[in-house]
Structure formats: C-alpha cells, structure tokens
C-alpha cells in the first residue's frame, strides 16, 4: 500500500534553491550583486585598457589595503589558485610551426611508447615500463625537441637535457622514428642481454653511451646534477675559460620526484648563484 507523501508549500513569493529557499528580498538583493560586480569588473577593464596591468595590479592592492583597514576584511587564503598562463594571450606569437603535423608526430611517439612497454609486459610478466609518465609530458618533450634544444654550434656550445629518466619509453620511441633505433632494440625493450641487444630501464650512460649522457635514476639525481652543471657553465664562463653563447642546461622531472631530498636539496644554489642557465619543467600528473 502507498504511503501518503507530504507536500512542502512555499510561502508566497519565495523560491526553491538547492541549499533551501529564497525569499523574494533575497533574490532581489542578489539581483543587485550580479549588477554591482558586473560595474567593478567593468571598471577594472577600464583600467586595463588604459592603464595597463601594472596599474590594475596597484589599484588592486590598494582596495584590499583600504579593505583591511578601514572594515577589517582579510581576503581569503588559498594555496590552490586557478590555472592561469603566465603569458597573456595578447602577448603569444603565432606557432612557429604546424600544429597539425606536430600533434600527429606527438601521437605517434606516444603510441610507439606505449605499444613499445606494452608488448615488453606481455613477452615478460612484470617487467615493468612508467607508461602514464611519458604519456602526460609528450608535449612538454615534442615542444621542446621542435622549438627549444640548442643543437651544438661551431663554438661547440649547446644545450644540455637531463630527461625525465620514467619517460625513456617516449625518447626512445621518438629515436625511433627518427632512424636512431632499429626496431628490434624495441622489442626488447629493458632485456639489454637479449640477441641483438636492448634498451636500457632507465638514461644509463654506461650501457648505452651512445645514446644516454646523463644517469637521471634514482629519482632526483636529474636536477640535483643541473644545477651543478648549470653552476660549473657559469663558473668556467664567469672566469673567460668558456665563451658564453646562450646554452641552456634543461631538467624534467615529475611532480613525485620533487619529494625527493636531491631535488630541491640545492635549489638556494641556483637561486644564489643567479643560475639563469637553468631551466627547472616540472610534469604535474598526480
């Protein structure tokens, strides 16, 4: 048998909202908010318009000052901000490049990755790979390798790149398509011993020296050792014992290893030693 249902009747002029009701003063009074917002943020595109940024941000920080003193506002506290680009668009040049052609490239490096570790799992149960590694930062690295490492000069100066050492799958798939790698150094994948020959875990300069320069595994170990090699590029050009001709020393990593003790256990040195040489891409996929 049905139970009866009880019905809740809403006074007059009120309505339903997910937290509960509004009167109709409310809905008015929040009428008035949206129309009071609307003409501050008009206001503040005014200023930026024509005053620019800088005096947008100075205005800003003198409402939130006369906030605080005159009623005692604190503005809230948030250590997680919304993602916002460091560039403003305005200032973005147009893509040196296709886009198209990039993206297409990109996928294939990524899928070659994974059918690469894939396939390795399946010939040997547990052999492992850090497949999600790679997959995350294939942008971060075909940008990179397509418009920002510095191939050697005549001076001999170039940039310097300690890889990610849980992405060597995507580096050794884009080897691939670039005819460094021979299809079979793929299948056998982290089993160096086979016949033939293998891939190496990890960048591992003394199994593969033609190939790896820098050991970056254990993690940490990859931006401990950019920094000193960024300091000891400034030390030798700082002295006249090296022409200075803009090279940079890169260090990925992940979000994880920036836990390790060796990754910011020297950071105050790049900071100290104004190590402008150095660049620090952090892949953020936890």
């Not at 990593?253 to 920036?258: A, I, L, P, S």
Request: charged share 20%; aromatic share 10%.
């Amino acid at each position: 048998m049905a139970e009866a249902q009880e019905t809740e009747t809403l006074p007059i002029g009120t309505q339903p909202t997910q937290s509960g009701t509004q009167t109709g003063a409310q809905v008015k009074t929040n009428g008035i908010e949206v129309l009071e917002t609307r003409e501050w943020l008009d206001s503040l595109d005014y200023v930026l318009s024509h005053g620019g940024p800088e005096r947008a941000g100075r205005l800003l920080q003198h409402l939130a000052l006369h906030a605080r003193r005159e009623a005692g506002i604190n503005l809230p506290f948030s250590a997680t901000t919304p993602y916002q680009n460091t560039i403003p668009s305005r200032q973005q040049p147009p893509f040196p490049g296709s886009q198209e052609m990039e993206r297409r490239i990109k996928s294939l490096v990524r899928w070659n990755a994974m059918a690469m570790v894939v396939r390795a799992n399946k010939i040997q149960e547990g052999i492992g790979g850090h497949i999600s590694t790679f997959a995350s930062a294939a942008t971060l690295y075909e940008v990179a390798f397509n418009h920002f490492f510095q191939a050697s000069t005549e001076s001999g100066d170039r940039d310097i790149v300690y890889f990610q050492g849980h992405a060597a799958p995507g580096i050794y798939a884009r080897a691939y398509l670039e005819g460094r790698i021979p299809k079979e150094k793929l299948e056998n994948f982290r089993r160096e011993l086979k016949p033939g020959g293998g891939l190496s875990s990890y960048p591992h300069p003394w199994l593969m020296p033609e190939f790896w320069e820098f050991p970056t595994v254990s993690m940490g170990l990859g931006p401990i050792q950019a920094i000193y090699h960024a300091r000891f590029i400034k030390y030798l050009e700082n002295r006249g014992l090296k022409t200075s001709t803009g090279g940079k020393v890169w260090a990925f990593m992940g979000d994880g290893e920036m836990d390790e003790p060796e990754s910011l256990g020297s950071i105050t040195l790049a900071s100290r030693e104004r190590l402008d040489n150095l660049i620090f891409v952090v892949n953020c996929n936890l």
